[in-house]
Structure formats: C-alpha cells, structure tokens
C-alpha cells in the first residue's frame, strides 16, 4: 500500500513539472507548421479561420519555445501582465490565429523572460529571419514526399543552418513542422537530443495550400 501511495506521489509530481522560473534556459526551437497538415488534421473540424481558403496559409509560426539543452520549461512564474487581445490578434498573420497568440504566450512565452510585447516582437523577427522554400508553396496538389526532402530544402534555402540546426516532425503520416534550434539573439545553433528526432518517413503526405 505504502509502495503504491508513493508511485503516486511521484507520479503526480512528475505531472506538475512546470512552473519553472521565467528566463533562465538555454536556446530556442522555431516551430514552424505547415498549414494544410493542422488544418486536415485538426482545425477543418473546428472551423478555424486559418484554415479558409482565403488565408492562403504555408509554413506558419507555431511558436519560438524556450529550451533547455535537455528538456523545456513551460507555465513559468512571471510578473509580466499577460498579452491583450488587440496583442495576439496581432499575430494572426503570421500565426493563423490569436488564439494560438494566446496560447504559446501563456505555455512557452511566460518562459522568455520578456514583456508579451516583447516575446511577440522576437517571435516574429525570428519567423521573418528563416527563408521559407518558394518550392512548397507551387504544390498544386497532394504529395507524398520523404521527410528528408523538407529538411534539405529549408537547408538550401538558408546556407548557415547544419543538419543538426534543423529537424522535420511528421503526424498521422504527413509533414508536421520544421523546427529550427536559435540561440537568444536568434543565431541557429545544434538542437539538443531531445529535439533533434527527424521524422524518418519516405512516404509522407504534402497537402498543397489552400
């Protein structure tokens, strides 16, 4: 009995593992999602306007996270006031919606160590100083493609980045995101092992954008 109420007391532990102190971590990963996959997968069933047609929506940012060379912080103690609607509206651009604004604010950007005002400044330099290949966006329809193919693009396409800077996630057998590891001043750096898990797929789906 008593080995089971301390497996749970661990195990409950482990679950409220956040919380951390707001700016202190070692780099960030740039998330970017490509659009048609979320949309197929998740936002089509909630009506999300990122995913009308009239958005015309690619690669966009998921998030710039904090992180440690071996694991992340999230829902970090800050006494910065947390982002305005007219603040994550704002990102909608370039984030698809303010609600996710909203929530990578609240998850990974309480973590910066930076006003919201800042943290979404820096989100957005940071998306803006990644070429984003032209290629993806010429798609007219569904692809199957291996995931390798992304990755080499993205690092042709930006000649400082390494192999081990830049790392393709794939879900429910399709291209996912492009996450690319950047040091505070947002210089790329080599993405942690924790990170670094190329989707290995050779066959992965590329739905055209919309």
């Known amino acids: 009995m008593r080995l089971l109420v301390l497996l749970f007391l661990?195990?409950?532990g482990l679950a409220r593992a956040e919380g951390e102190p707001s700016g202190k971590f070692d780099y960030y990963v740039l998330s970017l999602s490509w659009s048609p996959t979320w949309c197929a997968l998740e936002?089509?069933?909630?009506?999300?306007?990122q995913c009308d047609a009239r958005r015309?929506?690619?690669?966009?940012?998921?998030?710039?996270?904090?992180?440690?060379?071996?694991?992340?912080?999230?829902?970090?103690?800050t006494r910065e006031r947390a982002p305005?609607?007219?603040?994550?509206?704002?990102?909608?651009?370039?984030?698809?919606?303010?609600?996710?604004?909203?929530?990578?604010?609240?998850?990974?950007?309480?973590?910066?160590?930076l006003s919201a005002?800042?943290?979404?400044?820096?989100?957005?330099?940071?998306?803006?100083?990644?070429?984003?290949?032209?290629?993806?966006?010429?798609?007219?329809?569904?692809?199957?493609?291996p995931a390798l193919v992304v990755e080499?693009?993205?690092?042709?396409?930006?000649?400082?980045?390494?192999?081990?800077?830049?790392?393709?996630?794939?879900q429910s057998a399709r291209i996912q995101e492009v996450r690319i590891c950047l040091s505070k001043d947002l210089d790329p750096v080599p993405c942690g092992s924790d990170v670094l898990r190329d989707c290995r797929m050779t066959d992965a789906l590329l739905d055209p954008v919309r």
């Open 10 to 12: 661990m195990s409950a």
């Open 43 to 49: 936002g089509d069933a909630r009506n999300s306007p």
């Open 56 to 77: 015309d929506f690619g690669w966009v940012l998921h998030g710039l996270w904090p992180q440690y060379h071996r694991g992340w912080p999230s829902y970090c103690r």
């Open 84 to 113: 305005s609607r007219q603040q994550t509206a704002a990102m909608a651009d370039i984030m698809g919606t303010s609600g996710l604004a909203w929530h990578q604010w609240k998850k990974h950007g309480t973590c910066s160590g």
């Open 117 to 145: 005002k800042a943290y979404f400044a820096l989100s957005r330099k940071a998306y803006g100083s990644i070429t984003r290949p032209a290629v993806f966006r010429k798609l007219d329809q569904p692809v199957k493609i």
């Open 152 to 170: 080499e693009a993205f690092l042709k396409a930006n000649p400082t980045f390494a192999p081990d800077m830049v790392t393709i996630t794939c």
